[in-house]
């Protein structure tokens, strides 16, 4: 069995957003893929950089690990990694050429390296493990002078480079170990949590993959697939996350969670009569927002969840292929707003066919609702998606976003990416604003109420300069767009 040092390139400092928003989490699919790996015997380590300012951590770890093999697996539970952000994959590249330099064998795996195989493999990497990774990997190992007959592969061969046969998902992911949460350091994440937000959180993640077919959203591993882990599975561990590192709240990260009320609502149960609630943030659609899913995610812990609304405008959620209603929205708000769960809306502008009319209703639906926060970004035309095949002949060089905060359209749209950038700007200022004057309503009404998160959000009439001088620029933005669209140019 082989020394396997385990390596990630998603560094929060790389993303000034990310970084801004101070919320790291370990490298969850990481850790299961070490996990696994350990369960059939071999030595394990991982070099994770995600708190770190750079990649020259990897030497040392290379040192301590003396690895037969380096295996460089994205987070793929983090939504993140899904943009291929180029300074993190430069940061892969790195450490494919000084492994290699150590003598190991390179194996990489993530969203990035199965769009662009023939990148790492000129890196040096010997191999891409392309779809669900785990199981892959366990076969590679075992037969590394074979790779022919492993699924799931990609590599040179004589100078051509081969692809093997897919891979099969797994149906049953409870025969997976849990995490290998002891290569974590749990302590230095809870460090920065603590400092940045006064909490600790860590995540755990309970199904792979979602049946829905928004057309812009990339599913390169699982496509419409849907498998979970029992309850008592994911209850085991949450059981160990609590005993062994006592956080203040999780974070589910799956792409929906409990989409299944017959999953949802015994888990919660379970949850509940073993009294291992904690508070949990997750990601969830509006429309399965009914009356007895909401009381099961309560009955759970949750305290936060975030929806993908997207638009407020019915006609671009339907080009989107969303398959969701803005009376699905508004009955999910209410719901959740009855339970006491604090909601977030995903918001995306600069979808094909939204003008500045769809824009103004997106901001109507935010100004009605009043969502407790707001996360915003635009289009983006991931590849392997059917949005990406309707833009791919518009699309310029460039092809990735250097930062989550980017939000260049990628395509020739109606707005340029200076005007989504301030759109961006413009609408959080005035969200923040108007949360503050709501608060601060409250206030005059209930003095006794004030307490810490109502200081924070009074913070925000300090945005409300920010909003109007935005709000000038951007109209004069939209005039001259519109004077363009007149003239034909
Ligand atoms: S519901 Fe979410 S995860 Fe599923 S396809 Fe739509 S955007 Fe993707």
């Given at each position: 069995?082989?020394?396997?040092?385990?390596?990630?390139?998603?560094?929060?400092?790389?993303?000034?957003?990310?970084?801004?928003?101070?919320?790291?989490?370990?490298?969850?699919?990481?850790?299961?893929?070490?996990?696994?790996?350990?369960?059939?015997?071999?030595?394990?380590a991982l070099?994770?950089?995600?708190?770190?300012?750079?990649?020259?951590?990897?030497?040392?770890?290379?040192?301590?690990?003396?690895?037969?093999?380096?295996?460089?697996?994205?987070?793929?539970?983090?939504?993140?990694?899904?943009?291929?952000?180029?300074?993190?994959?430069?940061?892969?590249?790195?450490?494919?050429?000084?492994?290699?330099?150590?003598?190991?064998?390179?194996?990489?795996?993530?969203?990035?390296a199965?769009?662009?195989?023939?990148?790492?493999?000129?890196?040096?990497?010997?191999?891409?493990?392309?779809?669900?990774?785990?199981?892959?990997?366990?076969?590679?190992?075992?037969?590394?002078?074979?790779?022919?007959?492993?699924?799931?592969l990609?590599?040179?061969?004589?100078?051509?480079?081969?692809?093997?046969?897919?891979?099969?998902?797994?149906?049953?992911?409870?025969?997976?170990?849990?995490p290998?949460?002891?290569?974590?350091?749990?302590?230095?994440?809870?460090?920065?949590?603590?400092?940045?937000?006064?909490?600790?959180?860590?995540?755990?993640?309970?199904?792979?993959?979602?049946?829905?077919?928004?057309?812009?959203?990339?599913?390169?591993?699982?496509?419409?697939?849907?498998?979970?882990?029992?309850?008592?599975?994911?209850?085991?561990?949450?059981?160990?996350?609590?005993?062994?590192y006592?956080?203040?709240?999780?974070w589910?990260?799956?792409?929906?969670?409990?989409?299944?009320?017959?999953?949802?609502?015994?888990?919660?149960?379970?949850?509940?009569?073993?009294?291992?609630?904690?508070?949990?943030?997750?990601?969830?659609?509006?429309?399965?927002?009914?009356?007895?899913?909401?009381?099961?995610?309560?009955?759970?812990?949750c305290?936060e969840?975030?929806?993908?609304?997207?638009?407020?405008?019915?006609?671009?959620?339907?080009?989107?292929?969303?398959?969701?209603?803005?009376?699905?929205?508004?009955?999910?708000?209410?719901?959740?707003?009855?339970?006491?769960?604090?909601?977030?809306?995903?918001?995306?502008?600069?979808?094909?066919g939204?003008?500045?009319?769809?824009?103004?209703?997106?901001?109507?639906?935010?100004?009605?609702?009043?969502?407790?926060?707001?996360?915003?970004?635009?289009?983006?035309?991931?590849?392997?998606?059917?949005?990406?095949?309707?833009?791919?002949?518009?699309?310029?060089?460039?092809?990735?976003?250097?930062?989550?905060?980017?939000?260049?359209?990628?395509?020739?749209?109606?707005?340029?990416?200076?005007?989504?950038?301030?759109?961006?700007?413009?609408?959080?200022?005035?969200?923040?604003?108007?949360?503050?004057?709501?608060?601060?309503?409250?206030?005059?009404?209930?003095?006794?109420?004030?307490?810490?998160?109502?200081?924070?959000?009074?913070?925000?009439?300090?945005?409300?300069?920010?909003?109007?001088?935005?709000?000038?620029?951007?109209?004069?933005?939209?005039?001259?767009?519109?004077?363009?669209?007149?003239?034909?140019?």
């Amino acid at each position: 069995m082989g020394r396997v040092l385990f390596a990630h390139g998603h560094l929060l400092r790389f993303d000034r957003k990310q970084h801004a928003i101070g919320k790291p989490y370990p490298p969850l699919a990481t850790i299961t893929a070490a996990a696994y790996l350990r369960s059939l015997g071999h030595d394990v380590a991982l070099y994770d950089p995600m708190l770190d300012d750079d990649t020259r951590g990897f030497a040392p770890a290379l040192a301590r690990a003396r690895p037969d093999v380096v295996v460089i697996y994205d987070d793929v539970f983090n939504w993140f990694t899904k943009m291929c952000l180029g300074r993190m994959r430069e940061a892969a590249l790195g450490m494919i050429a000084a492994a290699r330099a150590a003598g190991a064998r390179v194996v990489v795996s993530g969203h990035d390296a199965a769009d662009a195989p023939e990148v790492y493999l000129g890196a040096g990497a010997d191999f891409v493990a392309v779809g669900e990774a785990e199981i892959t990997l366990g076969e590679l190992l075992a037969h590394m002078d074979a790779p022919a007959n492993v699924p799931g592969l990609v590599f040179r061969d004589r100078g051509l480079v081969r692809r093997t046969g897919p891979r099969a998902l797994l149906k049953e992911l409870d025969e997976l170990p849990l995490p290998a949460w002891d290569l974590v350091e749990v302590e230095r994440y809870r460090a920065f949590w603590r400092e940045r937000h006064g909490y600790f959180s860590l995540n755990v993640n309970t199904t792979r993959g979602c049946p829905y077919k928004c057309n812009w959203c990339s599913k390169p591993v699982y496509g419409n697939t849907y498998h979970t882990r029992t309850p008592d599975n994911v209850v085991a561990e949450i059981r160990l996350l609590r005993e062994r590192y006592a956080p203040d709240r999780l974070w589910f990260c799956d792409d929906i969670f409990g989409l299944k009320a017959r999953w949802l609502i015994p888990f919660s149960e379970r949850v509940a009569a073993e009294g291992l609630a904690l508070p949990f943030l997750c990601q969830t659609r509006a429309d399965l927002m009914t009356a007895e899913n909401v009381a099961a995610l309560r009955r759970a812990g949750c305290a936060e969840t975030w929806l993908g609304v997207e638009s407020g405008a019915q006609s671009v959620l339907d080009a989107m292929d969303k398959g969701l209603t803005l009376a699905h929205v508004r009955g999910a708000v209410t719901r959740l707003r009855a339970a006491g769960i604090r909601i977030g809306f995903f918001l995306q502008f600069g979808y094909p066919g939204e003008g500045w009319r769809e824009i103004e209703m997106t901001r109507n639906l935010v100004r009605e609702l009043t969502p407790d926060d707001i996360g915003i970004s635009v289009s983006y035309p991931l590849p392997g998606t059917r949005f990406h095949a309707s833009v791919q002949a518009q699309l310029g060089e460039k092809r990735n976003w250097k930062e989550s905060d980017d939000l260049d359209p990628l395509f020739p749209g109606l707005f340029s990416r200076e005007f989504y950038r301030r759109l961006s700007r413009t609408v959080h200022a005035e969200f923040r604003t108007r949360h503050a004057l709501r608060t601060l309503r409250g206030l005059v009404a209930a003095p006794r109420a004030v307490d810490k998160s109502s200081w924070k959000a009074l913070t925000g009439l300090a945005e409300l300069p920010l909003w109007l001088a935005n709000s000038a620029a951007l109209y004069a933005q939209v005039g001259r767009s519109r004077q363009k669209i007149a003239r034909g140019s």
